[in-house]
């Protein structure tokens, strides 16, 4: 090895053959090449080719066993075509010594770095003279925050990490954590914690990744009216492994917060890996585009990929005003902060979605074409997510995505990526579909009937043999949930772009190894529903009466999938007058389900008897004040019900608040009990009026109307 570097010293370079690449192999010492370890990971950077062979690609190399390592001998982590891209960063590092070097490869010549870099991670040196501390942690909780205090055996040189979760043995990377630099501080504050029980310890940090040990254990239970001293679990782990970052038991489903992203068997978390292929798969994909190639649509520093926020329940609810598909929207308010980042910035004019999470509630909002006001938001569609639930949208609804699905479950999202793995499916564009949909998807965007076009809510999976050996890093990770949970078509737009939320920690250089993925390597998988059996869009109305044009079918034939009407003879008579029994009891089985139940003993009403069918709803809304009947303590229950009558019970219904000075822009509304119900419900888009001026509040409601009207009122209730 000396005369080797003698001779790069003599002569500017060193050369010779290897038996197993074909190359000459050239040690350079004009190339300059450094690698830096930070937060972890390990930055590699080079100079840029300058000799006269042509230019092929970069080669950084990484080995633990050999302190002069090549190409193509000791493989490789990372390689790029782009002759202008002089960096990489290596976010897998072993624990240990590692050797790293980077080969310029050109036509018939390995040029590589004369100098080996050499980190060491995941341990303290031993020249410095310290050793892991040995941490002794109390702790207790007051309300929604654990106070922790800590005695310490020994040093930590490069600070603490306070680890937390909902299941024992928490861990740094991988579960929620405090990085507290100053070695010096001996307490922490965990503020703002939902109700349930905390998992806590502290590390001492080595500050490159990797904890070095843990205290004791606490456990807290908030909410649960305690005020007391944790229980302490004991568990000294001192001498626990450095490698515990694999006992996160909660490891395989998505979280955000201490709120699980959907049900473990939730379309968007399955394993799709052993599901059969489409019999149409070839079709979908030549469609798309077989000699397409994949493509990252998020990075660039942040400046890609859609935004979101995370809120509690301290978050206000600010009003939504729908200017597009109000009609398939989720009425407001939203707790959606004015100042959330809109996605392509604030001036941007395309689908700028804005999206918030809230971690209290377990609740996912979401908007399409969104732009704050003064004291809300307008946009072109929303829609609300209960994150602990399997439920679609209703067939036919949009929602803020084309495709009715909510957006966020299908970000790739830096931590998740970071922490090495992604438990769900992403979601992904492709520039024409098929009009229809496959659930979970409830909606289609395209006029096209070609059955070889993708349908909305289409599932790819990157095939299980296709090699993904040679990928590292962010795109590698990307990849393996790829060919586990596979990809959703969401929307119109480039083919096989995929979505992630924007973060200034993407790194292009890795993500641009997607681009290599082509579009021959993926399968299309024949879709699943929660509960067993395949998956199709709902092409038969509940109704023979109701055709799927009908402008109300949406609301009814959910009504009717969930119970709550059922028509007569396969008939609903949609453009029937409703009576007001008939409407309390489809109002009460959509807000109060199975309470209009038990043996009716007193009506309260003189034309309700006991053994009438809706006597149960009408004793169930009298005894909730939601209806009093008339000054004869009559009901007239085969009456048939006014909209402004109806209006009345359902604000009464959600206990809506009433303006003493109600503002409407109806002309027909002239009395002030109309105008105040009137004005409350219509505030959460529960009904509107025929045009500007006109309401019709003494019309007779249809019972299409109803349908509506009461779909909409349960939305805004749950």
Not at 273 to 300: K, R
Request: proline share 6%; aromatic share 12%; glycine share 8%.
């Amino acid at each position: 090895m000396f005369s080797l570097f003698l001779s790069v010293l003599l002569n500017g370079t060193a050369s010779f053959a290897t038996g197993n690449s074909g190359s000459e192999l050239v040690f350079d010492p004009t190339i300059t090449f450094t690698a830096t370890l930070r937060n972890g990971s390990v930055v590699t950077n080079w100079s840029k080719y300058n000799h006269t062979e042509a230019f092929t690609y970069y080669k950084v190399v990484r080995s633990q066993t050999n302190n002069n390592p090549v190409y193509p001998d000791d493989g490789y982590i990372y390689f790029g075509s782009d002759i202008n891209t002089l960096t990489y960063t290596d976010m897998t590092v072993p624990n240990g010594t590692n050797y790293y070097r980077v080969c310029h490869v050109a036509e018939g010549k390995r040029y590589c770095s004369a100098n080996v870099v050499t980190i060491v991670h995941g341990s303290y040196n031993a020249n410095t003279n310290t050793s892991p501390a040995t941490i002794s942690l109390t702790g207790n909780s007051n309300g929604n925050t654990i106070s922790l205090s800590w005695n310490v055996n020994g040093t930590s040189p490069n600070g603490f990490k306070v680890v937390w979760a909902d299941h024992t043995s928490p861990v740094y990377p991988g579960d929620n954590y405090h990085y507290l630099t100053d070695p010096a501080v001996r307490s922490d504050v965990i503020g703002d914690l939902g109700a349930g029980t905390y998992h806590v310890r502290v590390c001492v940090y080595d500050g490159n990744g990797v904890c070095l040990s843990y205290s004791n254990e606490f456990t807290f239970i908030i909410g649960a009216n305690t005020n007391t001293n944790s229980l302490n679990t004991n568990m000294n782990a001192a001498n626990t492994n450095t490698n515990t970052a694999n006992t996160n038991t909660n490891r395989g489903y998505p979280k955000i917060g201490n709120c699980q992203i959907f049900p473990n068997d939730n379309p968007w978390n399955r394993d799709v890996s052993s599901d059969p292929v489409d019999p149409n798969s070839a079709n979908y994909i030549t469609s798309i585009g077989s000699n397409g190639f994949l493509h990252a649509d998020f990075g660039g520093n942040g400046a890609y990929g859609i935004p979101y926020v995370v809120v509690d329940h301290t978050q206000t609810k600010l009003p939504i005003t729908f200017t597009e598909y109000g009609d398939e929207s989720d009425p407001g308010p939203y707790p959606i902060p004015l100042n959330t980042p809109i996605e392509g910035g604030a001036s941007s004019d395309g689908d700028r979605h804005v999206i918030s999470v809230d971690k209290d509630a377990c609740k996912l909002y979401e908007l399409y074409h969104a732009y704050p006001t003064t004291t809300g938001w307008e946009a072109g569609s929303g829609a609300k997510f209960d994150l602990t639930s399997n439920a679609l949208r209703p067939d036919g609804w949009t929602s803020a995505d084309a495709a009715g699905l909510p957006i966020f479950p299908g970000l790739a999202r830096y931590d998740e990526v970071a922490a090495g793995h992604i438990d769900h499916a992403l979601r992904f564009t492709v520039q024409r579909t098929q009009k229809k949909y496959i659930h979970p998807a409830t909606h289609y965007a395209s006029s096209s009937t070609d059955p070889n076009l993708p349908p909305m809510g289409l599932r790819l999976r990157l095939k299980a043999d296709y090699d993904i050996s040679g990928y590292t890093g962010q795109s590698r990770v990307i990849l393996e949930a790829l060919k586990k949970y596979g990809m959703i078509v969401a929307d119109n737009g480039g083919n096989w772009f995929i979505t992630g939320a924007s973060d200034p920690r993407w790194n292009d250089e890795d993500l641009n190894q997607l681009k290599t993925v082509p579009g021959s390597a993926f399968e299309a998988v024949t879709t699943v529903e929660p509960n067993g059996g395949t998956s199709s869009s709902s092409t038969n109305p509940s109704f023979t009466d109701v055709p799927s044009t009908h402008w109300a079918s949406r609301y009814i034939d959910q009504l009717h999938t969930e119970g709550v009407v059922q028509g007569s003879g396969g008939l609903f008579y949609p453009e029937k007058n409703i009576t007001r029994a008939e409407f309390l009891k489809m109002l009460m089985e959509a807000l109060f389900p199975g309470l209009a139940s038990g043996q009716v003993l007193s009506t309260h009403f003189s034309d309700v008897s006991f053994l009438n069918w809706y006597a149960p709803y009408i004793v169930l809304a009298y005894n909730k004040g939601i209806v009093s009947g008339y000054a004869d303590h009559t009901f007239k229950p085969n009456h048939p019900i006014t909209r402004a009558e109806a209006v009345a019970i359902i604000a009464k219904a959600l206990q809506l608040q009433l303006n003493i000075n109600p503002d409407i822009p109806f002309r027909d509304v002239s009395e002030i009990w109309q105008k105040q119900f009137i004005e409350s419900v219509m505030r959460l888009q529960i009904i509107s009026g025929y045009d500007s001026t006109h309401f019709g509040p003494n019309d007779m409601l249809t019972r299409a109307q109803a349908a509506k009207m009461v779909y909409k009122a349960k939305l805004v209730k749950q």
